[in-house]
């Protein structure tokens, strides 16, 4: 069964502390942002539910398609995915051999690869649990960007 994205947001307001829900550009984001300090906070995941302008990769127009997107660390992406694409041009996607179209599979993020990004179409329970460690790293590396930043 798919999990949906109302589900993610709630499980990432219970069980990361600090995090925050902000709807942004389309999206549904979650920041790490105790005591809201920041503008935003800084990004752990997003869901995002239709193509936008810069990014039709994963024909997310299709009824019921949404895509989870969490900024992972460089180094979990490599051992991941075995290397780091090149930034694509504004409006393509990364040069990596994945379709990004595919449902329930852990791969690349079509335009943010090249910051770690990684991305799932719609996650069934299973893979949500797959999905859990990474975005507690997530989390994680959030907090650590937040320090910098505060």
């Known amino acids: 069964m798919t999990i949906k994205p109302d589900e993610i947001i709630q499980y990432c307001l219970e069980n990361l502390d600090g995090a925050v829900n902000v709807d942004s550009w389309g999206e549904k984001g979650i920041f790490y942002n105790p005591h809201k300090t920041l503008k935003r906070g800084v990004y752990i995941l997003t869901i995002k539910e239709k193509d936008g302008e810069n990014d039709r990769s994963s024909d997310l127009n299709r009824e019921g398609v949404y895509r989870i997107n969490i900024g992972v660390r ?17 409006g393509e996607t990364v040069n990596m051999d994945y379709d990004f179209t595919t449902i329930d599979k852990i791969i690349p993020h079509p335009v943010y690869a090249w910051m770690g990004w990684i991305c799932c179409l719609n996650p069934t329970e299973e893979t949500f649990n797959e999905l859990r460690p990474l975005i507690q790293e997530a989390y994680e590396y959030a907090k650590e960007k937040y320090q910098k930043r505060k």
Do not use: S, V
């Not at 051992?79 to 780091?84: D, L, N, R, S, V």
């Open 74 to 90: 460089k180094d979990t992406f490599q051992q991941m995915f075995k290397e780091i694409p090149k930034r694509p041009a504004k």
